[in-house]
């Protein structure tokens, strides 16, 4: 069999020419990096998990109305996608003070923000994804108004769907980050939730023990990224519990 076409690798997904015109493969690396790759490991089961988790994700957004660029889960590691152009940018929500507010304004780590608070990064690794505003956003054409407006109303959407999911199964949704592509239908452009939504791109921190259930585990060593990932998959009903609740072997007479 002829070998797929790679369009572009990334740190922790490779993207492949998809069967039809307007498609794409999505693979997911086992490769972990933190702190723009300066810190990198290989963790076992990462890009099994994410694939699930974030097929998951971008179901239940789409069963509320939320335009996603999932189509179809392939294997265990790759999905179907919608080919999008991507906004250069990382949108972040943030419920609970972590990471780099934290450090930028003072806050104390866990404090609730008095609403959602939504920041942009301009996407560029060689400059570590700065944090910018409307106005660079606006100034060098990376989006327009509308399109901002657009993006802060699927943020907020997704952050609402987000943290329900997420409180019912004991764990906090402190913050996400999302990117977003352009889509054109016929003469409309739509924007639609594209990448991935994983516990690679949240914090999630376990209700009553605080426990972290995210990348952070990674970034600051506080113990097995898989378990953490595995944790939240189990809670989801993403994996199943146990392999002995796969179906027994029926006696053949
Ligand atoms: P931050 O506190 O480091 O700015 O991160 C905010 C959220 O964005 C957090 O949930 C982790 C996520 N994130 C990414 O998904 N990719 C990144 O490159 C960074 C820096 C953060
Ligand atoms: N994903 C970024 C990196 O690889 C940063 C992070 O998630 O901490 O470096």
Known sequence: ????????????????????????????????????????????????????????????????????????????????????????????????????????????????????????????????????????????????QQDMDDIVALALRVNDFMSGVMMAVGIRLVDFKIEVGRIWEGDFQRLIVADEISPDSCRLWDIETGRKLDKDVFRRDLGDLADAYTEVARRLGVLPNTLTEAPKPKLVK
């Open 1 to 144: 069999m002829a070998r797929r076409k790679k369009i572009y690798e990334g740190k922790a997904k490779t993207l492949y020419e998809g069967p039809e015109p307007g498609t794409i493969v999505q693979y997911f690396k086992d490769d972990a990096t933190a702190f723009n790759a300066e810190k990198r490991e290989i963790i076992d089961g990462k890009g099994v998990l994410n694939n699930r988790l974030s097929e998951f994700f971008m179901t239940g957004l789409a069963g509320i109305g939320v335009p996603t660029h999932f189509i179809k889960r392939l294997n265990m590691r790759e999905q179907l996608i919608r080919a999008a152009e991507m906004v250069p940018l990382e949108i972040i929500v943030r419920n609970y003070a972590a990471g780099s507010i934290c450090k930028r304004l003072g806050l104390e780590e866990g404090i609730a923000l008095p609403r959602p608070i939504v920041e942009y990064c301009y996407k560029d690794d060689a400059l570590g994804d700065p944090l910018v505003s409307e106005e660079h956003i606006f100034a060098f054409g990376w989006a327009s």
